[in-house]
T-cell receptor
Framework: DVKVTQSSRYLVKRTGEKVFLECVQD?????MFWYRQDPGLGLRLIYF???????EKGDIPEGYSVSREKKERFSLILESASTNQTSMYLC??????????????FGPGTRLLVL | GEDVEQSLFLSVREGDSSVINCTYT??????LYWYKQEPGAGLQLLTY?????DMKQDQRLTVLLNKKDKHLSLRIADTQTGDSAIYFC??????????????FGKGTKLSVKP
């Protein structure tokens, strides 16, 4: 079974703090993704990566950065957390396009509260 | 444009069938997916359908695809309280080669009343 883990289920930070969200997958997937999920807005893609040291901006990259130093790990960084970044953050991984398109496997999510 | 639309809420009684509908706008979508998110958890792939199919059945789940109308539906037979969750429709857009993206709808929250 594919396993995608995220470092924290719940996180409380203060405005202006630097925040690291870690995601690890154990299936040697090339692709990794960070989404945020907000009520009424669904999932919005922040950043994704197709390979080590590669990153691509998603739909809402502002205020975030990412790091992919190893294939299995994809980190999301909030350089200076703000209250509007309070959200549920979901990490996902996938293989490149296969006979089933691109099935993404999700982690359990990190619920971040910025005070 | 890239947009996936689905209604936000659906309420059914236990034992009834649930039908969750989704429309998408890009006719070049090759794969369409249904994901389930239980409370406090991440998304879990339920099923997917390739664009050259019009129906796929997997136990209590039936997916119907009307490519002409760009309409996808998920039918859950004999709905149980454990089916209460948010269901996301998603389309895969291939931009060429191995580049592509999954576009998600906003999710339909299914509530099952005992």
């Amino acid at each position: 079974d594919v396993k995608v883990t995220q470092s924290s289920r719940y996180l409380v930070k203060r405005t202006g703090e630097k925040v690291f969200l870690e995601c690890v997958q154990d299936m040697d997937h090339e692709n990794m993704f960070w989404y945020r999920q907000d009520p009424g807005l669904g999932l919005r893609l922040i950043y994704f990566s197709y390979d080590v040291k590669m990153k691509e901006k998603g739909d809402i990259p502002e205020g975030y950065s990412v790091s992919r130093e190893k294939k299995e790990r994809f980190s999301l960084i909030l350089e200076s957390a703000s209250t509007n970044q309070t959200s549920m953050y979901l990490c996902a991984s996938s293989l490149p396009v296969t006979g089933a398109g691109e099935t993404q496997y999700f982690g359990p999510g990190t619920r971040l509260l910025v005070l | 444009g890239e947009d996936v639309e689905q209604s936000l809420f659906l309420s059914v009684r236990e034992g009834d069938s649930s039908v969750i509908n989704c429309t998408y706008t890009d006719s070049s979508s090759t794969y369409l997916y249904w994901y389930k998110q239980e409370p406090g958890a991440g998304l879990q792939l339920l099923t997917y359908i390739f664009s050259n199919m019009d129906m796929k059945q997997d136990q209590r789940l039936t997916v119907l695809l009307n490519k002409k109308d760009k309409h996808l539906s998920l039918r859950i037979a004999d709905t149980q309280t454990g089916d209460s969750a948010i269901y996301f429709c998603a389309e895969y857009l291939n931009y060429g080669g191995s580049q592509g993206n999954l576009i998600f709808g906003k999710g339909t929250k299914l509530s099952v009343k005992p």
